[in-house]
């Protein structure tokens, strides 16, 4: 079993979802258990700015910082690894030297150290939501089930942010129509007090006493 970021680091998080940002601390985590093909945990990482670190998807440096099992011996050995990515324009592309290798290979266990991180968080919200979960029922009662792909998830997430004025506006709703807009408010007029013929006459005789 993989110990806690605490065991391995002694970090003691300040917040229950507060991410680990020393550099130092990071390098010393050694044990994974993140798994990137899990798409709940791609969207949560990608929503905590952790994800880009491993690479688009698709490429060999995410393939490479997934496989927890190749370590530095195996990044050295590997083409994909030993030169800089370059335009075809500028000629034959540069070779790393062995400290430029040996800095690339601290940024994989940076980034591997970050998402094991992430990972740890995610799993703690993953065990929540399963307590709140009845047998048979899919979603927590605090929310519609989300998108069970990644690709899903990024989309509504993008279509809440268009709803939300954040994004581009959606002129059509599901159904091809278009959005009702939400009635004006308008200002309701200050009500007329009404007028205490009582008070008016109390006044008028006070008036008349001190001013006479």
């Known amino acids: 079993m993989v110990r806690t970021i605490q065991e391995q680091t002694g970090y003691r998080r300040p917040h229950p979802k507060t991410l680990l940002m020393d550099g130092e601390l990071l390098l010393k985590v050694t044990e994974f258990d993140f798994d990137l093909s899990d798409d709940g945990f791609l969207f949560y990482a990608e929503q905590r700015g952790v994800l880009w670190y491993a690479g688009a998807e698709g490429s060999r440096r995410r393939e490479f910082v997934g496989n927890v099992a190749l370590g530095r011996e195996d990044f050295v050995a ?23 290798l040996e800095t690339a290979w601290r940024v994989i266990c940076y980034t591997r150290a970050r998402l094991q991180d992430a990972w740890e968080l995610y799993k703690e919200d993953v065990d929540i939501m399963r307590r709140w979960v009845r047998p048979g029922i899919e979603a927590a009662p605090f929310g519609p089930p989300p998108p069970k792909t990644y690709a899903e998830r990024r989309a509504a997430v993008r279509a809440e942010a268009g709803e939300a004025g ?9 159904a091809g129509e278009a959005p009702t807009k939400p009635p004006k408010k308008t200002a309701s007029k200050p009500k007329k007090p009404r007028i205490n013929e009582a008070q008016v006459d109390l006044f008028e005789a006070v008036d008349s006493v001190l001013w006479p």
């Open 78 to 100: 590997d083409p994909y690894f030993q030169f800089a990515e370059t335009a075809p324009e500028c000629g034959e592309p540069h070779r790393y030297d062995e400290k430029e």
């Open 166 to 174: 954040l994004g581009p506006e959606i002129e059509t709703t599901a």
